[in-house]
């Protein structure tokens, strides 16, 4: 629980008064370290746990084939790859192999990724293409990423409209704006939806939630100044927009003036206005942050001097990243978690 709400001080201590430790608490410890960013505390635990006397289950290994995934360790990934049925015994489930392509794709191996695919004695599922066509849209490899997409589409049943999302994405990065037309109808055709960004914060048992360009909170208009003086800030520290993660046919100048009213921004503003001065600030979002909003968020971050945890859909960063001011992690079903948690206080979403 302290894991999944960025607190792996109280994890750790929590976990050292444990009298007897199990293979599921040290599971959970690697498995903490893993979601909140710390490769290297993964791999120590995981150590530390054979060490201890325990053999690794299929969950240490899941944990450590996932820290090595978000950091691009690819080398370490296969040698706990292949260990686990070469040195333990025990045959890579579906969800190893999952991991295991994304860490290829991940780091452009693609060929790699498409033979281990086509060994695996499973078939691939939507969560293995969808991971293929993000990492095909990170190296801008189209000829994969459209296979991918074409094998997605003709799945009877999407859980979202990622794929067609992220294929738009691709088109729109090499404008070719008639195919983002082309997938966009595709989209509309089968009755897809997009599924709309949330960012939220929880301030004084309230929790408050925005969406891009969100005119609707009562403290817009502060909002939106501070926003405005974050912008000043963070040019004097080096700051420079990254409008590649705007994918809309417009101008330089409208694609910078979006960025700054990303979700999770409106978030971080609103609780700088709402809260103490060097208090750490803890940020939710469903779906994963762009590159341009981790960048700001660092150097927010450095500006205030306050530790800002992003807990997006996926984890997120390098591994200098994982030990800056701004953490990420994963967690798919927190949303849930805190619509249960605070529903007697709970601030609906504002929306456009």
Same mark, same amino acid.
């Given at each position: 629980? =302290?894991?999944?709400?960025?607190? $792996?001080?109280?994890?750790? /201590?929590?976990?050292?008064?444990?009298?007897?430790?199990?293979?599921?608490?040290?599971?959970?410890?690697?498995?903490?370290?893993?979601?909140?960013?710390? +490769?290297?505390?993964?791999?120590?635990?995981?150590?530390?746990?054979?060490?201890?006397?325990?053999?690794?289950?299929?969950?240490?290994?899941?944990?450590?084939?996932?820290?090595?995934?978000?950091?691009?360790?690819?080398?370490?990934?296969?040698?706990?790859?292949?260990?686990?049925?070469?040195? =333990?015994?025990?045959?890579?489930?579906?969800?190893?192999?999952?991991?295991?392509?994304?860490?290829?794709?991940?780091?452009?191996?693609?060929?790699?990724?498409?033979?281990?695919?086509? /060994?695996?004695?499973?078939?691939?599922?939507?969560?293995?293409?969808?991971?293929?066509?993000?990492?095909? *849209?990170?190296?801008?490899?189209?000829?994969?990423?459209?296979?991918?997409?074409?094998?997605?589409?003709?799945?009877?049943?999407?859980?979202?409209?990622? #794929? !067609?999302?992220?294929?738009?994405?691709? !088109?729109?990065?090499?404008?070719?704006?008639?195919? &983002? #037309?082309? &997938?966009?109808? #595709?989209?509309?055709?089968?009755?897809?939806?997009?599924? @709309?960004?949330?960012?939220?914060?929880?301030?004084?048992?309230?929790?408050?939630?925005?969406?891009?360009?969100? *005119?609707?909170?009562?403290? @817009?208009?502060?909002?939106?100044?501070?926003?405005?003086?974050?912008?000043?800030? $963070?040019?004097?520290?080096?700051?420079?927009?990254? @409008?590649?993660?705007?994918?809309?046919?417009?101008?330089?100048?409208?694609?910078?003036?979006?960025?700054?009213?990303?979700?999770?921004?409106? +978030?971080?503003?609103?609780?700088?206005?709402?809260?103490?001065?060097?208090?750490?600030?803890?940020?939710?979002?469903?779906?994963? +942050?762009?590159?341009?909003?981790?960048?700001?968020?660092?150097?927010?971050?450095?500006?205030?001097?306050?530790?800002?945890?992003?807990?997006?859909?996926?984890? =997120?960063?390098?591994?200098?990243?994982?030990?800056? !001011?701004?953490?990420? +992690?994963?967690?798919?079903?927190?949303?849930?978690?805190?619509?249960?948690?605070?529903?007697?206080?709970?601030?609906?979403?504002?929306?456009?």
């Amino acid at each position: 629980m =302290y894991a999944k709400c960025g607190s $792996m001080k109280d994890a750790i /201590e929590v976990f050292k008064e444990m009298p007897d430790r199990n293979i599921v608490c040290w599971n959970a410890l690697i498995s903490a370290f893993a979601q909140n960013g710390d +490769a290297e505390a993964t791999f120590s635990s995981f150590t530390d746990m054979i060490e201890s006397g325990l053999y690794p289950d299929s969950v240490s290994f899941l944990s450590v084939l996932t820290a090595c995934s978000h950091h691009g360790l690819v080398e370490k990934a296969l040698g706990y790859f292949n260990s686990m049925n070469q040195v =333990y015994n025990l045959d890579p489930r579906k969800e190893h192999y999952v991991t295991m392509i994304d860490v290829l794709c991940r780091s452009g191996r693609f060929n790699e990724a498409e033979n281990l695919i086509s /060994e695996m004695p499973f078939e691939p599922d939507e969560i293995m293409w969808s991971s293929v066509l993000n990492s095909c *849209r990170i190296h801008k490899n189209q000829d994969l990423a459209k296979k991918a997409a074409d094998q997605l589409f003709k799945m009877d049943a999407l859980r979202d409209a990622a #794929a !067609y999302v992220n294929m738009s994405n691709i !088109y729109a990065e090499a404008g070719k704006w008639e195919n &983002v #037309a082309k &997938v966009k109808k #595709a989209m509309r055709e089968r009755g897809v939806k997009k599924v @709309t960004a949330y960012s939220w914060v929880e301030i004084d048992h309230k929790v408050h939630v925005f969406t891009a360009n969100d *005119r609707t909170h009562p403290q @817009t208009e502060q909002i939106r100044r501070k926003i405005d003086s974050l912008v000043e800030l $963070m040019d004097k520290e080096g700051y420079k927009p990254d @409008t590649s993660c705007t994918l809309q046919n417009v101008n330089e100048e409208t694609k910078i003036e979006s960025l700054k009213y990303h979700s999770e921004r409106l +978030a971080i503003a609103f609780a700088l206005i709402n809260t103490p001065e060097g208090s750490p600030i803890i940020i939710m979002k469903n779906l994963r +942050a762009c590159v341009d909003c981790h960048a700001a968020i660092k150097v927010i971050s450095k500006i205030f001097g306050r530790e800002i945890t992003v807990r997006d859909s996926t984890l =997120y960063g390098s591994k200098e990243d994982a030990l800056d !001011y701004v953490k990420w +992690a994963k967690d798919v079903k927190l949303f849930d978690m805190l619509v249960q948690r605070f529903s007697s206080s709970w601030v609906m979403p504002f929306q456009d």
